[in-house]
């Protein structure tokens, strides 16, 4: 999380002004309270300071404006807290790494990292970038004013860029009848040297060599033809995987696409022996395959970036699983909808993806027969889209999710029974406060226990 307010005077001259200095508070969603008191603190001095709760947006624009902020503000002040401590993952961390690389650009005697711990939690062995124990920590108990910070705010209202050096222990003298003094033992081990980075295979960016073709026997016999003919398959199959491996990695995005397809149709195909029934499933996937391949050909010959990519291959899959769907999806218990259906990206879009792939997981690990996953697009996740859609696919519930656009962003996700449109089970798991493994765990039993067997 961070802070962004653009506090203006009150008595704005005609005549331009110098900008005043920007500040670039980061902060675990906790230590909200305490970020308000330590912005308030710094606007009343005259500086800017960053405040995202006003201005910004969840989705892409708001991810890059905050990087874009962290490239051009003139200091970085990250609260370190025992929340910040006690959590594995959030997104002030990856904003806490933009800084410190920026700092990789910077002089050694720049003061831009102003860390502030808020509480009792000390500079050995916290858990933060090793830029940040380079440089000297203020104490601001619940983000309160302190002299020190009253200080710190004219020095960078002075313009003052020199960083102080961070205090060093001085010898003294002790008196000649003092008691000994007590050493407290230290409260965290020191952090583990970071293990050396693994060595760089330059073999990764050259493309595999072409195998030779196989020498044809100079004796003749059974036992040579068979030799010669095992080698030759060999080879084929070689030479297949480094046409493959040379191929751009959309092709390769799209071929794999297509093998776990068939995978899956040769898995969920019906047993009857009509044969007018499997050609008709065949000529739908023939068809389907030849109108993406149309589509690919269409590409410019350029590599794909990620986005484009995801699109091709994710419209590809959508439209062999239109053939193959209502075979493998009849008489199921549940379909699972994917939860972000959206391929422009982003952090929220990303937490529904990763969601849906853990919760996917577990419920069929718990009832493989039973569950399984809607490839078809839905334009609206209405209960009266979810009953329509399960109707189509001959289940008895559909399970589905989607991103809020009001702020604070978080993930509705529904369980809706087919026969009488019921709404067994749902609930809204917050974006930024949440976890993926415990989001996807909550689901996934909620759902397992509403959905009896079958």
């Known amino acids: ?39 308030d603190t710094l606007a009343a001095t005259g500086l800017d300071v960053w405040y995202d709760e006003n201005e910004l947006g969840g989705g892409d624009s708001w991810d890059q404006k905050i990087r874009r902020q962290i490239r051009d503000c003139d200091y970085f002040m990250p609260m370190i807290s025992a929340a910040t401590e006690a959590r594995k993952e959030g997104y002030f961390r990856r904003e806490w790494r933009l800084a410190a690389e920026r700092t990789l650009d910077m002089a050694d005697d720049v003061m831009f990292l102003l860390p502030v711990s808020i509480d009792s939690t000390s500079e050995a062995g916290a858990r933060v970038p090793d830029k940040f124990l380079s440089v000297q920590w203020l104490r601001l108990p619940g983000g309160q004013s302190t002299p020190a910070l009253e200080a710190l705010c004219r020095r960078l209202l002075a313009g003052e860029h020199t960083a102080p050096p961070r205090p060093t222990s001085v010898p003294f003298s002790r008196p000649p009848h003092a008691p000994p003094i007590a050493v407290p033992p230290p409260l965290l081990p020191p952090k583990p040297a970071a293990p050396p980075p693994p060595p760089i295979d330059d073999s990764a960016h050259h493309p595999p060599e072409k195998p030779p073709f196989p020498h044809v026997p100079e004796k003749g016999g059974l036992l040579h033809g068979i030799k010669f003919l095992a080698e030759v398959v060999w080879w084929a199959v070689t030479a297949a995987w480094v046409l493959i491996k ?36 065949k000529s739908k996937v023939t068809d389907a395959i030849r109108r993406a391949a149309e589509k690919a050909d269409k590409q410019p010959e350029k590599d794909l970036t990620p986005s484009e990519a995801a699109k091709l291959g994710a419209e590809f899959a959508r439209t062999i699983a239109a053939g193959l769907e209502g075979k493998v999806t009849a008489g199921k218990q549940l379909a699972v909808v994917p939860f972000d259906l959206s391929i422009e990206g982003g952090a929220a879009s990303r937490f529904a993806d990763a969601v849906f792939n853990a919760t996917y997981g577990r419920l069929v690990a718990a009832r493989p027969t039973e569950a399984v996953v809607a490839t078809e697009t839905l ?76």
């Not at 696919?393 to 009001?406: E, K, Y």
């Not at 996700?413 to 798991?429: A, C, E, G, N, Q």
Request: with cysteine; aromatic share 8%; glycine share 2%.
């Open 246 to 281: 040379r191929a751009p990695k959309w092709i390769r995005v799209l071929l794999s696409i297509w093998f776990v397809f068939f995978v899956f149709s040769q898995c969920g195909r019906n047993s009857s022996d009509n044969p007018t029934e499997k050609r008709a499933a």
């Open 1 to 39: 999380m961070s802070f962004w307010v653009n506090v203006m005077s009150s008595a704005a001259a005609a005549t331009p002004t110098p900008p005043r200095p920007s500040v670039f508070i980061s902060y675990a969603s906790e230590d909200r309270a305490a970020a308000r008191a330590l912005r």
């Open 379 to 454: 334009d609206s996740t209405t209960d009266a889209a979810l009953v329509a859609h399960g109707k189509k696919l001959g289940t008895a519930f559909v399970l589905a999710a989607r991103l809020t656009n009001d702020p604070p962003r978080a993930l509705a996700v529904r369980l809706v029974r087919i026969d009488d449109s019921t709404v067994p089970w749902s609930k809204d798991f917050p974006v930024d406060d949440s976890t993926v493994a415990a989001v996807a765990t909550q689901i996934a039993e909620s759902v397992l226990a509403a959905v009896p067997k079958k």
